[in-house]
């Protein structure tokens, strides 16, 4: 160590401030610089909460992580909060702060809109600077591979392409600020239940070309500071102690230049140093602090090397560089929060999904006067989404119904609902109206208020928790019986779902419209009733597929569920890379509502194909809004077929507005990686000899135009 110190310190000097250095030459020259001990310190860190009575970490602001910095060489302290709807405030640990609550990254999802994926980020990211932090964990983009999946909500939905790309502007937007972002949960963090024992076991060529694409794309287009890995483990090692994952796909075949953080309390020994892992975050809820002491005599031991401390220093200190962290002023800006509202009500407005409307029962006609709005604490505000990602909006929560439970839900188990309510917004809406309420605990006392209406509007709330799965895909306390007896009393019956994934819909037959509101953030009662009334041409798509029947989840009985949660199993992903819709596709199935699925007021058509080969496919149609309204459609390609072997694969998409009549053209060129197979022998991206056969529709499940060409066969870098 003292060696280490003196040949360090004088050696280096004070060259690594050069800010015309690369992050990655500051990084070297900063790391040499080191003490081994400042070295190790900035490779472990606590959760930045008061825990078990302890005062919160000295230095720490309170939030998710906090790493100490180096005082002597100017090393700031690592600030990490969670997240990607909005800066957290873990148990009031910043007594009172209050930040803009987006809604669910689901939902942004469904807005099908990069632009506002980078818009939120920077959003965020700006609220965080303004709060003293300088990591955002955020950057969820695990795939869906299950319905019930718990965190659903704070993922991307169930593409490689939509997801990467989604998650990819967020992170390019938070780190526009001067922040860094990771990306999450690395990888096949596929469901909450058992998830800290949890072994995805799945095939290689499949991972690549399904959840880790949706990483490789992200971290492509965003270049995250860090990547946090996964609880689960991952073909039977953990996912931050896994060889193959962070040494060999992520360092080594990406040539990934940031840290790997583990998510909180995902180590399980000091060797996951050699696996590729750089930090141990929340220390307090691993078994033991192995980054510490103990790392410190892994390398007096010889097992771990000198060399690979100071690989994970410098990733670290590169992406800080990388950042901007050592060269930001102390200045915390002012935010604009009316403008961050108006964020947050953008995301909620595009995101909101018309599911039905098989009689043009919404918007609602003017003639409508009296309207009861049943259930759903619609009277107070819009659901979110529990867990680490639980923000407390702008004016605090409108609500908060306690859940209790056991575990993680003992420390989220609230409802929290934002003050955003669409009882109150609907009421502003149609002064001319009669908007009566009723929370929907009597079914017949419901009834009874839509037997006197013209229209009646449910909300019906699905609940979900990080720590916790659905247990199936029913709507809970027996909302279902509530929408039936509703729509049986009055037909003109609009069902708006605040949920945090799909549900089956037992009553879609007897309803007149469907919206799918997910976690609307705090301005989503606005933005619902804006929806409703018309204000709002709806344009959200589903980035998810809605199953028919429970029978239609790859699988139907939840893994573990029931199992100690210490006890390990395996949740094999035998649909491989067929993912969502396209194991649908492969299996012949008709979902309740597809991938890509979502109605508007006016009506779109396509035409003008034409499809071009080469290295890649570009496809280029036109769009017309042939109805009466201003909207935004979401014209979708998909690869259909190779070689007259049929597949479906989302290869792009792109939102735009027209005007009625207006027509455009799209043109869309594919990455050649959404073309290809990915060759686990060769360990390279394959590209097969054609004829490349692709369709445009509104959905997975509707080809309007087909064209085919042919694509260079070839391999590419893996
Ligand atoms: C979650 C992460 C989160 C971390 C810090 C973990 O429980 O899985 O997503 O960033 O906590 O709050």
């Given at each position: 160590?003292?060696?280490?110190?003196?040949?360090?310190?004088?050696?280096?000097?004070e060259a690594w401030r050069d800010p015309s250095l690369s992050p990655d030459e500051r990084a070297?020259l900063l790391d040499?610089a080191l003490?081994?001990?400042e070295?190790?310190g900035l490779?472990?860190g606590p959760m930045a909460l008061s825990?078990?009575?302890?005062p919160l970490p000295a230095g720490a602001l309170g939030g998710a992580g906090f790493i100490p910095g180096v005082p002597r060489l100017g090393i700031p302290a690592l600030q990490e909060t969670d997240a990607s709807l909005g800066v957290t405030n873990p148990?009031n640990v910043r007594p009172g702060d209050t930040a803009t609550a987006l809604?669910?990254?689901?939902?942004?999802?469904?807005?099908?809109?990069?632009r506002l994926a980078y818009e939120g980020g920077a959003m965020i990211a700006r609220e965080a600077v303004s709060k003293g932090f300088n990591v955002l964990l955020a950057g969820?983009?695990?795939?869906?591979?299950?319905?019930?999946?718990?965190?659903?909500?704070?993922?991307?939905?169930?593409?490689?392409?939509?997801?990467?790309?989604?998650?990819?502007e967020s992170i390019r937007g938070i780190q526009s600020q001067g922040m860094i972002s990771t990306v999450?949960?690395?990888?096949?963090?596929?469901?909450?239940?058992?998830?800290?024992?949890?072994?995805?076991?799945?095939?290689?060529?499949?991972?690549?070309?399904?959840?880790?694409?949706?990483?490789?794309?992200?971290?492509?287009?965003g270049r995250p500071g860090a990547?946090m890995?996964?609880?689960?483990?991952?073909?039977?090692?953990?996912?931050?102690?896994?060889?193959?994952?962070?040494?060999?796909?992520?360092?080594?075949?990406?040539?990934?230049?940031g840290w790997?953080m583990?998510?909180?309390?995902?180590?399980?020994?000091?060797?996951?140093?050699?696996?590729?892992?750089?930090q141990?975050s929340?220390?307090?809820?691993?078994?033991?602090?192995?980054?510490?002491?103990?790392?410190?005599?892994?390398?007096?031991?010889?097992?771990?090397?000198?060399?690979?401390?100071?690989?994970?220093a410098r990733r670290i200190l590169r992406s800080m560089f990388a950042a901007g962290l050592f060269d930001a002023g102390p200045a915390r800006p002012p935010v604009d929060l009316a403008a961050h509202g108006a964020i947050a009500r953008q995301v909620?407005?595009?995101?909101?999904?018309?599911?039905?409307?098989?009689?043009?029962?919404?918007?609602?006609?003017?003639?409508?006067?009296?309207?009861?709005?049943?259930?759903?604490?619609?009277?107070?505000?819009?659901?979110?989404?529990?867990?680490?990602s639980?923000v407390t909006g702008i004016g605090g929560?409108?609500?908060?119904?306690?859940?209790?439970?056991?575990?993680?839900?003992?420390?989220?188990?609230?409802?929290?609902?934002?003050?955003?309510?669409?009882?109150?917004?609907?009421?502003?809406?149609?002064?001319?109206?009669?908007?009566?309420?009723?929370?929907?605990?009597?079914?017949?006392?419901?009834?009874?208020?839509?037997?006197?209406?013209?229209?009646?509007?449910?909300?019906?709330?699905?609940?979900?928790?990080?720590?916790?799965?659905?247990?199936?895909?029913?709507?809970?306390?027996?909302?279902?019986?509530?929408?039936?007896?509703?729509?049986?009393?009055?037909?003109?019956?609009?069902?708006?779902?605040?949920?945090?994934?799909?549900?089956?819909?037992?009553?879609?037959?007897?309803?007149?419209?469907?919206?799918?509101?997910?976690?609307?953030g705090q301005?989503?009662?606005?933005?619902?009733?804006?929806?409703?009334?018309?204000?709002?041409?709806?344009?959200?798509?589903?980035?998810?597929?809605?199953?028919?029947?429970?029978?239609?989840?790859?699988?139907?009985?939840?893994?573990?569920?029931?199992?100690?949660?210490?006890?390990?199993?395996?949740?094999?992903?035998?649909?491989?890379?067929?993912?969502?819709?396209?194991?649908?596709?492969?299996?012949?199935?008709?979902?309740?509502?597809?991938?890509?699925?979502?109605?508007?007021?006016?009506?779109?058509?396509?035409?003008?194909?034409?499809?071009?080969?080469?290295?890649?496919?570009?496809?280029?149609?036109?769009?017309?809004?042939?109805?009466?309204?201003?909207?935004?459609?979401?014209?979708?390609?998909?690869?259909?077929?190779?070689?007259?072997?049929?597949?479906?694969?989302?290869?792009?998409?792109?939102?735009?507005?027209?005007?009625?009549?207006?027509?455009?053209?799209?043109?869309?060129?594919?990455?050649?990686?959404?073309?290809?197979?990915?060759?686990?022998?060769?360990?390279?991206?394959?590209?097969?000899?054609?004829?490349?056969?692709?369709?445009?529709?509104?959905?997975?499940?509707?080809?309007?135009?087909?064209?085919?060409?042919?694509?260079?066969?070839?391999?590419?870098?893996?």
């Amino acid at each position: 160590m003292g060696l280490a110190l003196m040949a360090g310190s004088a050696a280096a000097g004070e060259a690594w401030r050069d800010p015309s250095l690369s992050p990655d030459e500051r990084a070297r020259l900063l790391d040499a610089a080191l003490t081994l001990e400042e070295r190790i310190g900035l490779l472990h860190g606590p959760m930045a909460l008061s825990l078990d009575g302890k005062p919160l970490p000295a230095g720490a602001l309170g939030g998710a992580g906090f790493i100490p910095g180096v005082p002597r060489l100017g090393i700031p302290a690592l600030q990490e909060t969670d997240a990607s709807l909005g800066v957290t405030n873990p148990a009031n640990v910043r007594p009172g702060d209050t930040a803009t609550a987006l809604p669910a990254s689901l939902a942004l999802a469904a807005s099908f809109n990069p632009r506002l994926a980078y818009e939120g980020g920077a959003m965020i990211a700006r609220e965080a600077v303004s709060k003293g932090f300088n990591v955002l964990l955020a950057g969820g983009a695990n795939l869906a591979r299950d319905p019930r999946n718990g965190r659903n909500f704070e993922y991307l939905g169930e593409d490689p392409w939509l997801a990467g790309i989604m998650a990819g502007e967020s992170i390019r937007g938070i780190q526009s600020q001067g922040m860094i972002s990771t990306v999450k949960h690395f990888s096949l963090n596929g469901q909450e239940t058992g998830r800290f024992v949890a072994n995805a076991v799945i095939d290689e060529a499949a991972h690549r070309e399904s959840d880790l694409l949706a990483f490789q794309i992200a971290i492509e287009r965003g270049r995250p500071g860090a990547v946090m890995c996964a609880y689960n483990q991952v073909n039977g090692a953990y996912a931050c102690g896994n060889e193959h994952l962070l040494n060999g796909v992520l360092k080594g075949d990406w040539g990934y230049p940031g840290w790997v953080m583990s998510d909180w309390g995902a180590v399980k020994a000091t060797d996951f140093a050699l696996k590729g892992l750089d930090q141990q975050s929340g220390e307090q809820l691993d078994g033991q602090v192995w980054f510490g002491p103990a790392l410190k005599q892994a390398v007096a031991a010889g097992t771990v090397p000198e060399d690979r401390l100071s690989d994970m220093a410098r990733r670290i200190l590169r992406s800080m560089f990388a950042a901007g962290l050592f060269d930001a002023g102390p200045a915390r800006p002012p935010v604009d929060l009316a403008a961050h509202g108006a964020i947050a009500r953008q995301v909620a407005d595009e995101g909101i999904v018309l599911l039905a409307n098989p009689k043009g029962l919404l918007p609602l006609a003017p003639a409508v006067k009296r309207i009861a709005v049943i259930g759903g604490h619609a009277d107070a505000g819009v659901l979110s989404g529990a867990g680490s990602s639980q923000v407390t909006g702008i004016g605090g929560d409108a609500r908060s119904v306690p859940v209790g439970g056991e575990g993680a839900l003992a420390f989220w188990g609230r409802m929290v609902f934002h003050a955003s309510s669409p009882l109150k917004a609907l009421r502003a809406r149609l002064p001319g109206a009669s908007v009566t309420f009723d929370d929907g605990r009597y079914p017949a006392a419901a009834a009874a208020l839509a037997r006197a209406s013209d229209v009646v509007i449910v909300f019906a709330n699905q609940w979900m928790a990080e720590g916790q799965d659905a247990y199936d895909l029913t709507l809970p306390e027996g909302q279902d019986a509530l929408i039936e007896a509703v729509a049986a009393a009055n037909s003109n019956c609009i069902v708006v779902l605040q949920t945090g994934g799909p549900v089956l819909m037992p009553w879609l037959g007897r309803v007149g419209a469907v919206l799918s509101a997910w976690y609307s953030g705090q301005q989503g009662g606005e933005a619902i009733a804006d929806v409703l009334t018309g204000a709002v041409n709806p344009s959200g798509r589903l980035p998810i597929t809605f199953p028919a029947g429970a029978d239609q989840v790859p699988r139907p009985q939840l893994p573990g569920w029931g199992l100690l949660p210490t006890q390990p199993f395996d949740v094999v992903y035998d649909e491989g890379a067929d993912v969502g819709y396209r194991r649908y596709a492969a299996k012949g199935l008709t979902p309740l509502f597809p991938f890509g699925h979502g109605l508007s007021y006016t009506t779109f058509s396509y035409g003008g194909l034409t499809v071009t080969g080469g290295e890649t496919l570009t496809v280029r149609f036109q769009v017309t809004n042939t109805g009466k309204r201003a909207g935004q459609d979401v014209p979708q390609v998909y690869l259909a077929g190779i070689g007259g072997q049929p597949l479906r694969r989302l290869i792009g998409f792109e939102k735009l507005a027209l005007d009625p009549g207006e027509r455009r053209t799209v043109t869309l060129r594919a990455d050649p990686r959404l073309l290809a197979r990915f060759d686990e022998a060769g360990r390279r991206w394959r590209i097969d000899g054609g004829p490349y056969r692709v369709v445009v529709g509104p959905s997975a499940a509707e080809a309007v135009l087909t064209g085919t060409a042919a694509v260079t066969p070839r391999t590419m870098a893996p």
